[in-house]
């Protein structure tokens, strides 16, 4: 118990309820609420003995409790008892339901997430991860065993998320618990020593112009009605006393704003998870004039989450009609000529079958939505369309081929594989250049804008088994040449195979066939999102944020007001002692103390209102003598 709890029979007035009540303030409830004077964390004073007094056993660090050898030996062995089985599950589950092990949980799980950032993952990339592993055969393989390729689905990374999660759900709820039951219990006992608390005051009300001491009990009710008006819930004690009281307090909403927030931070996790579980992801690029219709083998990639069914997709479709870019033609900053300002799409929607179709602007940062489904814009370039006619006459190939652009010209390498040529299977690599330009510095053929100028197309033929044929997948971008024979290259003296609009066809050595240049189109890349648990993200993101500020700018602060009567040589006079203590740091308390003196002033400012030294037993004593 602190001193701030006992009570004082010289400082209290006779016959107060207070001074009856005093040992009702020595019960663990008032040791909780109000401790040692200056200490707003509300736990009681720890007591000792004195230096030099006890026994050689107390002094020793042992208190010694009757008769025995334990008593008299000056040492004493403790024996502690075994937790058993049941007793390391409850020290297990109270250490992983601490909020420091919450913290810690948080912060390890953003320590683990940084591997997916580093490494290729296979969620969205394969042939990345097949590369790195190929680049690295010593630490690739060890990093594969460890999942770092598959980081967000690993073992590791789903224990830590768990367990955030059953920390987060341990400490709230008995959390939340708690607070509901501290809500609908009363504001705690009047201390019998206001003066001890951080902030007190005494104000003597009654005396100007021989006014009379107004009745404590309208006192105190007045105070009542003065503090809820301040938003403080007040529970009034000891009427009809010499010594009326009232216990009050605000700021509940502070807790409430803290387990706002960590239950927001519970349904992020749970939203999350289920955007994970039953989401997907996609990939398509179409060239203008297409139409991607949503299904499973109308993607180019699909990665759906670990519960969703394909059968679950809407058949919603999107067609390109028109795309346009926009470049810098700013002459007077060359190192930015040409790059792209913007770019969109129009494109046309169909949300379902027999439905009339809409009209859309796709363009970055501009996603539209498509029955719940995200479309983005990711990516542009040119298609230039190729026709590939075999050595018996046949057309093996005819269609647009996508380039991938490397540089601000949209230099863009490309791969076409012709599996159904004969007599021999064609493979070839090329780069598509948009406005072609001979370099008469260095003789190298380039492009000098990204804009189609002069198209023309560098290719390198192959002849021979393609490996498509045993099933085994492979990159559409990547051309493995190990097994094929090199026709027209840099490297052969046919050299390469140049088409251009003035020269659009060309024949191929050997009696293999011809290759025609078309025409050039434009392909967008659209990434196709679906993430069920987006919108309760975002509102258990908005709650969390809405509990911090709760938390972070309510004051929790209790207020206790005694009413004396004290008599004095000039008459009777009322007494107004208040104390405030502040639950947790709060600059605030000594604003709202003299806020306080304030409201009280101008509730009795006609009958007078002062400053009192009549406050304890001693003082009123003094006085009467003088």
Same mark, same amino acid.
């Given at each position: 118990?602190?001193?701030?709890?006992?009570?004082?029979?010289?400082?209290?007035? &006779?016959?107060?309820?207070?001074?009856?009540?005093?040992?009702?303030?020595?019960?663990?409830?008032?040791?909780?609420?109000?401790?040692?004077?200056?200490?707003?964390?509300?736990?009681?004073?720890?007591?000792?003995?004195?230096?030099?007094?006890?026994?050689? +056993?107390?002094?020793?660090?042992?208190?010694?409790?009757?008769?025995?050898?334990?008593?008299?030996?000056?040492?004493?062995?403790?024996?502690?008892?075994?937790?058993?089985?049941?007793?390391?599950?409850?020290?297990?589950?109270?250490?992983?339901?601490?909020?420091?092990?919450?913290?810690?949980?948080?912060?390890?799980?953003?320590? +683990?997430?940084?591997?997916?950032?580093?490494?290729?993952?296979?969620?969205?990339?394969?042939?990345?991860?097949?590369?790195?592993?190929?680049?690295?055969?010593? =630490?690739?393989?060890?990093?594969?065993?460890?999942?770092?390729?598959?980081?967000?689905?690993?073992?590791?990374?789903?224990?830590?998320?768990?367990?955030?999660?059953?920390?987060?759900?341990?400490?709230?709820?008995?959390?939340?618990?708690?607070?509901? %039951? +501290?809500?609908? +219990?009363?504001?705690?006992? *009047?201390?019998? !020593?206001?003066? /001890?608390?951080?902030?007190?005051?005494?104000?003597?009300?009654?005396?100007?112009?021989?006014?009379?001491?107004?009745?404590?009990? %309208? #006192?105190?009710?007045?105070?009542? &009605?003065?503090?809820?008006? /301040?938003?403080?819930?007040?529970?009034?004690?000891?009427?009809?006393? $010499?010594?009326?009281?009232?216990?009050?307090?605000?700021?509940?909403?502070?807790?409430?704003?803290?387990?706002?927030?960590?239950?927001?931070?519970?349904?992020?996790?749970?939203?999350?998870?289920?955007?994970?579980?039953?989401?997907?992801?996609?990939?398509?690029?179409?060239? #203008?004039?297409?139409?991607?219709?949503?299904?499973?083998?109308?993607?180019?990639?699909? =990665?759906?989450?670990?519960?969703?069914?394909?059968?679950?997709?809407?058949?919603?479709?999107?067609?390109?009609?028109?795309?346009?870019?926009?470049?810098?033609?700013? =002459?007077?900053?060359?190192?930015?000529?040409?790059?792209?300002?913007?770019?969109?799409?129009?494109?046309?929607?169909?949300?379902?079958?027999?439905?009339?179709?809409?009209?859309?602007?796709?363009?970055?940062?501009?996603?539209?939505?498509?029955?719940?489904?995200?479309?983005?814009?990711?990516?542009?370039?040119?298609?230039?369309?190729?026709?590939?006619?075999?050595?018996?006459?046949?057309?093996?190939?005819?269609?647009?081929?996508?380039?991938?652009?490397?540089?601000?010209?949209?230099?863009?390498?490309?791969?076409?594989?012709?599996?159904?040529?004969?007599?021999?299977?064609?493979?070839?690599?090329?780069?598509?250049?948009?406005?072609?330009?001979?370099?008469?510095? =260095?003789?190298?053929?380039?492009?000098?804008?990204?804009?189609?100028?002069?198209?023309?197309?560098?290719?390198?033929?192959?002849?021979?088994?393609?490996?498509?044929?045993?099933?085994?997948?492979? $990159?559409?971008?990547?051309?493995?040449?190990? $097994?094929?024979?090199?026709?027209?290259?840099?490297?052969?003296?046919?050299?390469?195979?140049?088409?251009?609009?003035?020269?659009?066809?060309?024949?191929?050595?050997?009696?293999?066939?011809?290759?025609?240049?078309?025409? *050039? %189109?434009?392909?967008?890349?659209?990434?196709?999102?679906?993430?069920?648990?987006?919108?309760?993200?975002?509102?258990?993101?908005?709650?969390?944020?809405?509990?911090?500020?709760?938390?972070?700018?309510?004051?929790?602060? !209790?207020?206790?007001?005694?009413?004396?009567?004290?008599?004095?040589?000039?008459g009777p006079r009322v007494v107004l002692e208040y104390g405030l203590l502040a639950r947790g740091e709060d600059p605030r308390l000594e604003a709202e103390a003299e806020n306080?003196?304030?409201?009280?002033?101008?509730?009795?400012?006609?009958?007078?209102?002062?400053? @009192?030294?009549?406050?304890?037993?001693?003082?009123?004593?003094? &006085? @009467?003598?003088?």
């Amino acid at each position: 118990m602190s001193p701030a709890e006992q009570p004082d029979e010289s400082q209290t007035p &006779a016959g107060s309820s207070a001074h009856r009540d005093s040992s009702a303030y020595r019960d663990s409830n008032a040791r909780k609420d109000l401790g040692a004077p200056g200490d707003s964390s509300g736990a009681p004073k720890k007591w000792g003995r004195r230096k030099g007094s006890g026994t050689g +056993a107390e002094q020793g660090g042992v208190t010694a409790h009757g008769s025995g050898p334990e008593s008299t030996s000056g040492t004493s062995e403790v024996a502690v008892p075994a937790l058993g089985v049941v007793g390391m599950l409850r020290w297990a589950w109270s250490q992983l339901t601490r909020m420091n092990t919450a913290l810690f949980l948080l912060l390890l799980l953003a320590v +683990a997430a940084v591997p997916g950032s580093i490494f290729p993952q296979r969620v969205q990339d394969v042939a990345a991860v097949n590369s790195y592993i190929e680049a690295n055969p010593t =630490t690739g393989p060890v990093l594969d065993r460890l999942q770092f390729f598959d980081v967000f689905s690993s073992v590791w990374f789903s224990a830590i998320y768990l367990l955030l999660f059953i920390s987060l759900v341990g400490c709230v709820i008995p959390r939340a618990r708690k607070h509901w %039951q +501290a809500w609908r +219990a009363q504001p705690p006992r *009047t201390p019998a !020593r206001l003066q /001890r608390l951080p902030v007190a005051r005494s104000l003597e009300l009654g005396g100007r112009d021989g006014a009379p001491a107004p009745e404590a009990d %309208q #006192v105190i009710e007045r105070v009542a &009605a003065i503090l809820k008006k /301040r938003r403080y819930r007040v529970d009034v004690r000891d009427l009809g006393s $010499n010594a009326p009281s009232l216990g009050a307090e605000r700021g509940m909403w502070k807790e409430v704003g803290n387990i706002l927030f960590h239950l927001a931070m519970v349904g992020i996790l749970i939203f999350v998870a289920y955007g994970s579980l039953f989401g997907f992801m996609g990939q398509k690029i179409l060239t #203008v004039g297409d139409t991607f219709a949503n299904s499973l083998i109308s993607y180019d990639s699909f =990665t759906p989450g670990s519960n969703f069914n394909a059968d679950w997709l809407d058949p919603f479709t999107i067609r390109v009609d028109d795309f346009r870019v926009e470049y810098n033609r700013d =002459t007077s900053d060359p190192a930015s000529y040409g790059i792209p300002l913007h770019y969109e799409s129009d494109v046309t929607i169909t949300d379902a079958p027999g439905e009339e179709p809409r009209q859309e602007v796709l363009s970055v940062n501009r996603p539209i939505d498509v029955d719940g489904v995200s479309a983005y814009l990711i990516g542009n370039g040119y298609a230039p369309v190729v026709r590939v006619t075999d050595g018996d006459g046949n057309i093996a190939y005819e269609g647009p081929v996508v380039t991938v652009p490397e540089d601000t010209s949209n230099i863009s390498p490309f791969t076409l594989k012709v599996p159904d040529s004969s007599p021999e299977q064609l493979g070839l690599t090329g780069t598509f250049l948009p406005t072609a330009w001979t370099d008469e510095a =260095t003789g190298q053929l380039t492009s000098a804008d990204p804009d189609l100028g002069n198209p023309a197309l560098v290719l390198s033929v192959y002849s021979g088994d393609l490996g498509l044929d045993d099933g085994t997948p492979q $990159n559409v971008y990547v051309l493995d040449v190990s $097994n094929l024979n090199e026709v027209a290259s840099p490297m052969t003296s046919n050299g390469p195979v140049m088409l251009s609009e003035a020269n659009p066809r060309v024949e191929l050595p050997n009696g293999l066939g011809t290759v025609e240049y078309l025409e *050039t %189109q434009r392909y967008v890349g659209l990434d196709l999102h679906y993430d069920p648990g987006t919108r309760g993200v975002f509102i258990s993101f908005c709650l969390a944020f809405l509990g911090l500020i709760m938390s972070l700018f309510i004051v929790r602060r !209790r207020a206790w007001v005694r009413v004396n009567t004290v008599g004095t040589e000039a008459g009777p006079r009322v007494v107004l002692e208040y104390g405030l203590l502040a639950r947790g740091e709060d600059p605030r308390l000594e604003a709202e103390a003299e806020n306080l003196v304030e409201l009280f002033t101008a509730e009795w400012e006609q009958i007078g209102v002062r400053d @009192s030294h009549l406050t304890t037993t001693a003082a009123r004593q003094k &006085a @009467s003598v003088q």
